[in-house]
């Protein structure tokens, strides 16, 4: 099994000295939200996941969920339950959620490295109490007044858990193809009656109640996006009153076995008929499930980022502790019968990879979350008016990257324990499997990048790249000076030209041919996630410089920083020269001779 100890030291850099969040919640409102306030949540958080989340995850792996077909009920892991009874008496459920419906009321970046650890404890379980979140933003933003009366305050203190049900045999990336249907009934509410497939807890027995939020059509539905609507399903009936009735008309048709994440109940909900009401606008369904998704994508991210965490530090121990041959320049540990292997220069390429994209990440995300934040309370317009720009364009980014790199840590992390990180006793190999879903789920990395280019960048005319340009220039400026962070201001100022002038070179091809669009754009998003990585990792040199933190710490930012420009970032280059090449390299090869004469 592999241990787990929270970054918090990390988390803290991240928060208090490169967000500088304790002037930020107090420009924003958030009084009560003190850098004693915040330090508390991150030991508590520690405490939770390290003794009560983290020895259930090679239980969950092992166990997975059990799905019963005569009742069509889903029992969960031993102990995962228990542990959700602890979470829910310990407020974690309404940390940032609104006072007024039972919450907490804290900045939502403060639930951000909460949400890291319970990733990195137990991803698996992580995913029962994910979505509520998400459903309580979406209810809260479209939801009518009885709606939000009876569905909120359930959630918010965890005595419910929400769901998102959208996919459907046919119909993953493209929505516009869901047949799920709602038919109205005289009573205001609607018959809800379809088949979703791969519905994260879609089913479980840790709560009384479960509220779906679902995707459906309208009999007087246009064809395609344009006639989605969003309707929220609760699992037991729920009287006007808000008291609990019989059984709906939703059934867990059964539980996926998967590759990964064993503990997570993936389910076949079969509705038939269940009653269900209309959340916001008929057929603007996309747009209040986008509340839900946007939430989602983020939180995905840093399902990634927690699992690369775990991954890397025990791969880190593990390099410091293996003994196996002798340095190239002379043995470093002549006492012992061999060097650890952390002397290996291509032991540290993994492992330093692992610190970079981490570390790098955890900045790159905790900023785009901050956002969140900015876009909600900023008392200055133009502030959020910036912050929504720079959220929409940071979210795809830090969802399709972090995830990305998530398999390439953990799968770096499992190389670093040789055959013993591809045993199942080591908890390796676990790692990687868990990584695996992050690129998929919540949009894959491939419809991400289409939202990044396509959406973000092309069609809102690049108003959240030219904020984060902004960012970048007024960094530069700011350190050209600065011994410390000098040497990375010429190559930061260099990426992100590049970053500019394949925006460019892509707009251009665009018009000419759309299919320049999607021959870019996986290319674009990684790019575009290399220039912003390499931004936070010069902002932290600079910030570590800046603070009273010790000599070991400032040497760690530093030198990962370097390490990240030297190898990591060269990877800009590949990808704007796979993009320069254009769409015909892709596109010019009939679909029929892939397998001609094979
Ligand atoms: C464990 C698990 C949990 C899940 N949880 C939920 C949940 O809670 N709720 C829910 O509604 N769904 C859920 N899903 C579904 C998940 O969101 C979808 O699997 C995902 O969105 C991809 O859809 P798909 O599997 O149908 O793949 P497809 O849409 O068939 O895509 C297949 C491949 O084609 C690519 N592709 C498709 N269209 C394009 C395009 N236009 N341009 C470029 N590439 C394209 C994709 O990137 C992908 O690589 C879950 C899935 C899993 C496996």
């Not at 989340?53 to 969950?60: I, K, Q, Y």
């Not at 419906?101 to 639930?111: I, R, S």
């Not at 996006?225 to 048709?253: C, E, H, T, W, Y």
């Amino acid at each position: 099994m592999t241990a787990y100890a929270a970054p918090v030291g990390d988390m803290r850099f991240v928060l208090a000295e490169l967000l500088d969040t304790p002037s930020l919640f107090a420009r924003l409102g958030y009084a009560e939200a003190t850098p004693d306030f915040v330090d508390a949540v991150l030991e508590e958080g520690a405490r939770f996941t390290q003794a009560v989340l983290a020895p259930l995850n090679s239980v969950g792996d092992r166990e997975g969920c059990h799905y019963d077909p005569a009742t069509g009920a889903v029992t969960t892991p031993a102990g995962f339950r228990e542990a959700y009874d602890r979470y829910v008496e310990a407020g974690w459920s309404g940390l940032v959620a609104p006072a007024a419906h039972g919450g907490q009321g804290l900045p939502k970046l403060v639930d951000i490295p909460v949400k890291e650890m319970i990733d990195a404890a137990n991803l698996a379980w992580g995913n029962f109490p994910l979505l509520s979140h998400g459903a309580t933003d979406a209810l809260l933003k479209f939801g009518d007044e009885w709606q939000q009366q009876t569905f909120l305050r359930p959630m918010v203190e965890g005595r419910w858990t929400g769901t998102m049900c959208l996919t459907e045999p046919h119909c993953g990336s493209d929505l516009g193809l869901l047949r799920t249907r709602a038919e109205p009934r005289d009573d205001g509410s609607f018959s809800i009656t379809g088949n979703k497939i791969f519905i994260t807890a879609g089913e479980h027995d840790m709560t009384e109640n479960i509220v779906h939020l679902v995707l459906a059509r309208l009999p007087d539905a246009p064809a395609g996006s344009r006639g989605i609507s969003m309707f929220v399903v609760p699992k037991l009936q729920v009287a006007k009153d808000g008291s609990l009735g019989d059984a709906n008309g939703v059934r867990a048709g059964g539980v996926e076995h998967k590759m990964g994440i064993h503990g997570s109940a993936t389910c076949v909900l079969n509705f038939d008929t269940a009653q269900g009401w209309l959340v916001g606008e008929p057929h603007r369904g996309l747009q209040a499930m986008f509340v839900m998704m946007n939430s989602a994508r983020l939180a995905v991210g840093l399902q990634g980022l927690g699992l690369a965490d775990r991954a890397y530090q025990n791969a880190l121990r593990h390099s410091r502790e293996r003994l196996q041959m002798r340095s190239l320049s002379g043995p470093k540990f002549p006492e012992l019968p061999a060097d650890p292997i952390i002397v290996h220069p291509d032991v540290r390429r993994m492992l330093l990879t692992c610190k970079a994209l981490v570390e790098g990440g955890r900045a790159l995300s905790y900023h785009a979350a901050s956002m969140i934040d900015i876009a909600a309370d900023s008392p200055d317009a133009a502030e959020r008016e910036q912050a929504t720009a720079l959220l929409g364009y940071l979210t795809p980014i830090a969802k399709a990257c972090l995830t990305e790199w998530s398999v390439e840590c953990t799968y770096n992390a499992l190389q670093c324990f040789g055959g013993h990180g591809y045993i199942a006793e080591n908890g390796m190999e676990q790692l990687a499997r868990d990584a695996r879903i992050t690129t998929l789920y919540e949009g894959t990395t491939g419809i991400q990048a289409l939202d990044l280019l396509g959406r973000k960048v092309l069609q809102q005319q690049g108003v959240g790249l030219k904020a984060f340009l902004g960012m970048v220039e007024s960094f530069c400026k700011q350190h050209e000076a600065d011994d410390v962070v000098a040497e990375f201001i010429a190559p930061l100022r260099s990426h992100a030209m590049t970053l500019q002038s394949i925006t460019g070179l892509v707009a251009k091809r665009a018009a000419a041919d759309p299919e320049e669009i999607g021959a870019a754009s996986h290319d674009y998003l990684m790019l575009s996630g290399y220039v912003v990585l390499g931004y936070w990792w010069a902002r932290s040199v600079a910030a570590a410089e800046a603070s009273s933190r010790p000599e070991g710490f400032k040497a760690g930012k530093r030198e990962a920083a370097r390490f990240c420009f030297a190898r990591l970032l060269p990877r800009i280059q590949s990808h704007a020269a796979a993009i320069e090449s254009g769409a015909a390299s892709l596109m010019t090869l009939d679909a029929g001779d892939f397998d001609q004469g094979r």
